[in-house]
């Protein structure tokens, strides 16, 4: 916990005060403070700085951790292969980080203190060292405390060491982010007492009432009984809500109206990354159809989309060829609709877009609460069709009902007992918009997946949590109680299925390794560093136990895993001996040649081209 | 007998109370993980190791809540009235503090003022157990219970609180309160409530008699400016049951009435 005497000091000796308009680094600055949206290479050797800062949000004074003094932080633009050195020092009076999401970095650069490294002490200077073997859109962030929500996150830019496949004329870099004015361990504390604190989006009388004019009053009461039997809100979709956030794009909030220019008839690349502590967004540009050419970094096959959702954490690379010389609105808006941030993308710098109204909040239905096969609902118009394989077993295979062999008690306040899978949809609010909306069983990787072994190993893991008390783990055990990691073996393939038990929706991450979601049994499938796991959701991913090295594992929702939704999966080198007895493969790893980290898949893609055989593959779940 | 019985019940419950709140034992020597101690020194990733998980889902926090603090009009001899509690602790084990005051203005003291001390712990989803010790200051009636409850979310979002109490003397009664919150808007919330209280035996000292001894219920509509921060006005009926009322008129007392109040709910 950063000291708030320290937070509030700097603040009232002025500083450097970043201001929408003035101080922030180039990439960020809007048109009319000169951004014109092409950027230098910026290097292989950094310098960063973790501080105190003011900041000026919306003409409002802040306090800020930044990296170099700005929010978001430098962008580390780098290429592909090169060794980089970057230097952090800690200006803080606690413990600071950083995390390079995404990156394969050995994983004692990984930046994770207690998993990855001890961390940075207050006044110390710790040099990260690495070359990664990937190119693409990444971010960075602290992973110690609460930091992150208040400030501390940049963006990265990887060139590839050859050519692009994805060429643009111009291209911006585009940082989500959810800001507070309050202290973020504040914010924290009053979800944790009360965690309906931020929502004014509830169920009152007069939605009663109206409900009662559309449906009946039997159908009425019988839906309010539902809800109160469980003791669960349909309306309780984002924690924290624009009753506490200003959400901003790159830095500004609407009303600092971030702008970015085009020329008609150029293709521009946008890099959206979602540097959220707290909040899932809708991405959308109206009146410009966006093709999606990327996905958490890595090459997808061009699809054409008007929106999409953006969980924490995400990165998605957009191609848009405006052809009509006018402002458009560049609109995020969070997935609970409580509040949006629009930026605006326009042929001069001085335009502001017309900002959308809020679309109205969605709400949660039986098949978010994990019953869709009990309570005999279709699959929100899927095409059964075309998901072959895995998709067939567990709820989708006709009601069969999901096994539960994990901890509850208090700290679960539901299993999903009939969950399906929700790959083939947009997202919670996106089924019926009145446009395209993207769904992840779109995403094909442009490139054929490096390792396209069928899984030999399954498990599965179960995102529980108890939303009235604000508890939040995997398996019913959180971090706090963890006694064992998650056991992944060097050389083998896994497939990991994760089971939603709870009503929202969690951006789970995996550290230091890149997993294929199971769209499909094709050798194309995307692969990602996040994936959104919707309420009562079943996916699977497969992934390949390369990268040895302790790894963290948790939801990317920061007060989610500051509650305990963490783990560390462990992946052991395949001689070295029981992950009790450090030191006996001291040698194996000591001197990692990363070149054998290569993504490129030459020598990974020779041992099986075959489509996977499920007769062999155990269905039944480990924990 | 009785009295000892108590004490040593009161002992038992302040004895769990100190070995939950305690830090738990050092880690187990064997790490979870600790493949990084390779790179960087054992120590600091140990220590490190420590913290990281007590961060995450181990951390303490406190809350306080002023659920009614209200005068009350109670029939011409008024009332100054404050419910409150407040806890201190991680998610599976609290210290919980509970009070009830009342001070009548006519009389110039206090009418009530109790004291909990409790232990609390989830014994379900939406429960907690709690145990502990309560004190009544209130003069003439200077007693003290060991407590044994529970506090949770029934379904159809009851909040409710019920207690068993065991006085120095063995005596036993009991306390049930019930709260719904029904949302006019978003901040406009009717928040009905009603609370009853029991007794095995009669105790004419305190003038309780045996049985329902006195029933509440009340409403209060308040205005959220702030979640925390919440000014009302409502209406209590109020009244003693039974042998209860009986032992009230014998001593010249109103059985009981309506009341209408103002107050301020908040909490941090």
Known sequence: MYSRRRFLRAGAAGGVIASATGLLPAWAKSASAGN????????????????????????????????????????????????LTLRVRNMLDEDTSIHWHGLLVPFYMDGVPGVSF???????????????????????????????????????????????????????????????????????????????????????????????????????????????????????????????????????????????????????????????????????????????????????????????????????????????????????????RSGQVVATFAPEPDMRATAPLLRERPTLTHKDMGMAAMAGMNHGGMDHGAMTGEMDHGAMSGGAMQEHNHKTGAG????????????????????????????????????????????????????????????????????????????????????????NDTMMTHPIHLHGMFFDLVVDESDHKPRKHTVNVKPGDKLSFDVSAEHVGDWAFHCHLLFHMHAGMMQVVSLLPRDGAAPTVPGATKEDHKGMDHGSMKMSGETMQTRETSSPDHSKMNHGSEH | MAQATFFSIAGGACFILASAIAPAKAADPTPPWSQADEYYDPTEMAEARRAVQKEHGGNTMYYVLADRLEYQTDDGDPLLLFDGQGWWGGDMNKLTLKSELEYDFNAGRFHEAELQALWTRPIARYFDVQAGVRHDFTAGADRTFGVLGVQGLAPYWFEIDAALFVSGEGDVSARIEAEYELMLTQRLILQPRTELNFAVQSIEEVGVGSGLSTAEVGARLRYEIKRQFAPYVGVSWSRSIGETADLARADGDDPGGVSFVAGLRLWF
């Open chain 1, 118 to 336: 001890p961390g940075i002490k207050p006044g110390a200077t710790f040099t990260y060292e690495y070359a990664v073997p990937q190119y693409g859109t990444y971010w960075y962030h602290s992973h110690s405390g609460l930091q992150e929500q208040a400030g501390h996150y940049g963006p990265i830019i990887i060139d590839p060491a050859g050519a692009d496949p994805v060429t643009s004329d111009r291209e911006y870099v585009l940082v989500l982010s959810d800001w507070s004015f309050d202290h973020p361990h504040k914010v924290f504390a009053r979800v944790k007492k009360d965690m309906e604190v931020y929502n004014f989006q509830q169920r009152t009388i007069g939605d009663f009432v109206s409900d009662v004019g559309k449906n009946g009053l039997g159908a009425t009461l019988e839906d309010r009984a539902m809800w109160g039997q469980m003791r669960m809100s349909p309306t309780d979709i984002s924690d924290v809500t624009a009753a506490a956030y200003t959400y901003l794009i790159n830095g500004h909030s609407t009303a600092d109206n971030w702008t970015g220019i085009f020329n008609t008839g150029e293709r521009v690349r946008l890099r959206i990354i979602n540097a959220s502590a707290m909040t899932i967004f809708n991405f959308r540009i109206p009146g410009l159809p966006m093709t999606v050419v990327a996905a958490d970094g890595l090459n997808v096959q061009p699809v054409e989309t008007d929106e999409f959702q953006i969980g924490v954490a995400e990165t998605y690379d957009v191609i848009v060829a405006p052809k009509r010389a006018r402002a458009f609105p560049i609109v995020a808006e969070s997935i609970d």
């Open chain 1, 412 to 499: 679960v306040d539901n299993v999903a007992m009939a969950p399906s899978n929700r790959l083939d949809e947009p997202g919670l609010g996106l089924e019926d918009v009145p446009h395209r909306a993207l769904r992840y069983s779109q995403l094909r990787s442009l490139d054929p997946n490096p390792d396209t072994r069928a899984p030999e190993r399954e498990m599965e893991i179960h995102l529980t949590g108890n939303m009235e008390r604000y508890m939040w783990s995997f398996d019913g055990v959180k971090f706090s109680a963890v006694e064992k990691p998650i056991i992944f073996h060097e050389g083998e393939r896994l497939r990991v299925t994760l089971v």
């Open chain 1, 36 to 83: 014109k949206g092409i950027f230098e290479l910026a290097g292989n050797s950094f310098d960063l700085t973790v501080g105190h800062s003011a900041v000026e949000i919306g003409k409002r004074r802040g306090h800020a951790i930044t990296v170099n003094g700005t929010v978001p932080g430098p962008l580390l633009r780098f290429r592909e292969g090169e060794k």
